[in-house]
């Protein structure tokens, strides 16, 4: 009588599995009938210039960039100083600058340059508002 029970519990067990492989089966096919596949691209300046750098920088700003971690952040999460961070980033940053002026010149890709923020119009520094100013 176990051994019966056993038999059949295997039984749907493989049948359950051959359905499970035919669904799975008929559904790549029509997603890949559905969805086409994608285009492909010539990779950006910026793209290019990251592929380039070390995987220690690339690591870096792909933290800040597409996780968007503060520095607090990325120094708990690699083991670091936040103090190594800020140097880290700094030089990371410095070294995507060169490769995409690298590319630029290399090429006669556009070239890319900073947006100044709103407000932001002048390098100077900010006057003080009236009122503030020392008085001696």
């Known amino acids: ?6 038999r059949r519990v295997l039984a749907n067990h493989y049948r359950g ?30 793209e290019r210039a990251v592929e380039r750098l070390g995987s220690d920088d690339r690591e870096l700003l792909r933290l800040v960039a597409w996780e ?14 936040r103090a190594t961070v800020r140097v880290r980033l700094h030089r990371a940053r410095t070294r995507l600058r060169e490769a995409m002026a690298a590319i630029e010149s290399e090429t006669d890709a556009p070239v890319v340059q ?23």
Not at 1 to 6: E, K, P, T
Not at 68 to 81: C, T
């Open 114 to 136: 900073r947006i100044t923020p709103p407000g932001h119009d002048s390098p100077r520094w900010a006057t003080a508002r009236r009122g503030t100013e020392e008085t001696s």
């Open 17 to 46: 599995e051959r359905r499970r492989l035919a669904l799975a089966d008929r559904l790549r096919d029509s997603l890949h009938q559905a969805v086409p596949p994608p285009e492909v691209r010539e990779p950006s300046v910026v």
């Open 68 to 81: 968007e971690l503060a520095r607090e952040e990325i120094a708990l999460a690699m083991g670091l100083s």
């Open 1 to 6: 009588m176990a051994l019966r029970v056993a």
